[in-house]
């Protein structure tokens, strides 16, 4: 991932977080982000605490020479698998992910 597309992917994060989303077209990450977020039916609280983890996971994860993020939903799968969080949560969204393109 190029720092300019780490850029833009971090920045809608953000975006989304702060509830606005100021642009107008998408890549296709970014679209499966925008999807995975759609999907989950949680807090918004949990959500963007979810969030900003996972903002941290993908710099991280660049940092380490990855050439693409995670899905979104693969990492709330995977944060509330170690906790045994909401299955429920967790299965909307796996089926959210499952109905939508890839």
């Known amino acids: 991932m190029q720092l300019s597309d780490l850029n833009s992917y971090l920045q809608l994060i953000q975006d989304i977080i702060a509830g606005t989303i100021r642009q ?15 999907g989950l039916r949680v807090r918004k609280a949990a959500k963007n605490d979810a969030l900003r983890q996972y903002s941290r996971t993908i710099q991280q994860q660049v940092a380490d020479g ?35 393109p890839a």
Not at 24 to 38: A, C, K, R, Y
Not at 73 to 93: I, V
């Open 24 to 38: 107008h077209t998408f890549t296709p990450i970014e679209l499966n982000l925008l999807l995975d977020v759609q």
């Open 66 to 100: 990855s050439p693409a993020p995670l899905r979104f939903s693969t990492f709330w799968r995977n944060e509330h698998l170690k906790e045994g969080g909401d299955e429920a949560a967790t299965a909307q969204l796996v089926s959210a992910q499952t109905a939508a």
